[in-house]
């Protein structure tokens, strides 16, 4: 019944809260990841939907010290990489105001960009180059909005810039939410348009089980491109992820790589 899967979820968003008032402060930052990871893989579980990640090779370790990548489609997104990997993302000021939501986000290490002011978008960018050198993964979706899966909207070039900076590599990652059963794409958690939160949540819980695919693709070094290169790059690499032909992506990345390396850019905020 929905009802009781919204009471499960309103009482795992209080848990969630609790934990990060009274556990977080002292936590190590291993531990703190672990509970991020758990606390994300439950929330998806009450709404119905498992996670598959693909393009890790056995063995291969989560990359560390890079930007990941990806499309936009829900607000769903954020848990199911956390799922696989606890990640910072960086995400607009608003998002800070929304009830419950947007606290659990700041305690967990969101960072918060004002995207209509010059000089905090600047700041930001030195922010995020400044932690993924310390060994951060810093997410971005820089399609700037959601879609419904069913495209990926060109990418905006301005935190790219924060890789080239630091020449450091970015992480491209392809996600798409399909009907568990038949493997066919599903829009019900697509958060877009006018559509409440409410009514996104509504259409997840009622909606068949649910499987959400991360699909990894080759690393793209920043500093072999100047950052609208780089930007177009990881969006063709993102469509092959998210329409199943990873061969075309690795062409992709391989054709990057081996383009003259770029002149050194200054750090802006501009596009």
């Known amino acids: 019944m929905i009802w009781l899967r919204k009471l499960r979820l309103g009482w795992h968003l209080l848990r969630g809260m609790f934990v990060c008032a009274t556990v977080f402060p002292w936590a190590s930052a291993h531990l703190r990841e672990r509970l991020i990871r758990n606390w994300s893989r439950k929330l998806l579980a009450i709404c119905g939907i498992e996670v598959e990640v693909q393009g890790l090779a056995p063995g291969q370790s989560v990359p560390h010290g ?143 089980p649910i499987k959400v695919r991360l699909t990894l693709g080759p690393q793209l070094l920043a500093h072999s491109a100047s950052r609208r290169e780089l930007a177009e790059a990881a969006r063709d690499v993102v469509m092959h992820l998210c329409t199943g032909t990873p061969e075309a992506a690795m062409d992709v990345a391989q054709r990057l790589h081996e383009m003259p390396a770029a002149l050194p850019q200054a750090v802006t905020a501009t596009s």
């Open 66 to 208: 890079a930007m990941l990548v990806s499309n936009h489609i829900s607000w769903l997104d954020i848990y199911a990489i956390h799922c696989w990997q606890p990640v910072r993302f960086v995400a607009k000021s608003e998002i800070r105001s929304w009830p419950i939501i947007g606290w659990l986000c700041d305690k967990t290490g969101t960072i918060f960009i004002e995207r209509g002011r010059k000089r905090d978008a600047h700041r930001v960018l030195h922010h995020i180059t400044e932690v993924m050198q310390q060994g951060d993964l810093v997410c971005v979706f820089p399609e700037g909005t959601t879609t419904d899966g069913s495209k990926v909207l060109p990418f905006h070039a301005n935190l790219m810039q924060a890789a080239v900076a630091g020449g450091l590599p970015v992480q491209p990652l392809g996600l798409s939410y399909v009907d568990a059963a038949t493997g066919k794409p599903t829009l019900a958690p697509a958060y877009i348009d006018d559509i409440t939160l409410v009514e996104c949540l509504d259409a997840i819980l009622r909606s068949p």
